[in-house]
């Protein structure tokens, strides 16, 4: 069997227009294509789960476990399409309406900055189940980079428990931030809203065009 070795090196000069550059990156090291129009990209996907059931606090601010996606260098670009699914179930306490926030740092924790914000409806004092998706996809790049994303929310009953509609569904754009930060990590903290009682049973988290 043929083998290919290729020596470990920093992002190259940028190749001319129609041609490319592929390259086994000193940093990520992961195989890079550096293409005649400026794109550096790499063929796959980052994916992250949770693995047991998570418990907020109502009114208190969680980073979901399992939401995390840590973005090796240089690779977030316009059209990288960020998706997160939730399903959680709720118990009779609480009315307030959740809080969900798109945070992008380096800590992966709630310290990181938060760059969209979904605020629900209003809930209701009756147990219910449901499902929530998020999905955030790259405008622009660089110092003053945008963010554009929506969130919907499905559940169980019409107009009672996770929310007083049955369905819910917010858009948000960011303001400017610099996606040129390496390993940054984009995560999703949660507020299921003041003395609200939710189970998180299910979190994944996924990332293309990356």
């Not at 809203?193 to 939710?198: E, L, Y």
Request: proline share 3%; charged share 10%; glycine share 12%.
């Amino acid at each position: 069997m043929a083998d290919i070795l290729l020596d470990e090196q920093g992002t190259p000069t940028a190749p001319a227009s129609s041609t490319g550059v592929l390259y086994l990156d000193s940093t990520s090291k992961e195989l890079v294509d550096y293409d005649g129009t400026g794109k550096i990209k790499t063929v796959r996907t980052l994916n992250n789960a949770n693995t047991g059931d998570i418990s907020p606090t109502g009114g208190t601010p969680l980073y979901l476990s399992g939401s995390a996606i840590t973005v090796p260098p240089g690779l977030v670009r316009a059209g990288t399409c960020f998706t997160w699914w939730f399903a959680m179930s709720k118990t009779g306490a609480g009315t307030a309406a959740p809080v969900w926030t798109v945070r992008v740092g380096t800590a992966g924790t709630t310290a990181d900055t938060t760059r969209l914000t979904f605020t629900g409806v209003a809930q209701t004092a009756v147990i219910d189940n449901g499902c929530a998706m998020i999905q955030v996809v790259i405008r622009s790049t660089g110092a003053s980079g945008v963010a554009e994303g929506f969130y919907r929310l499905d559940h169980i009953l019409a107009a009672t428990g996770l929310a007083n509609i049955q369905t819910d569904v917010k858009q948000a754009t960011s303001a400017g931030y610099d996606t040129t930060v390496a390993n940054s990590i984009y995560g999703i903290v949660l507020d299921s809203g003041t003395s609200n009682v939710w189970t998180v049973q299910h979190v994944t988290a996924q990332a293309v065009g990356i």
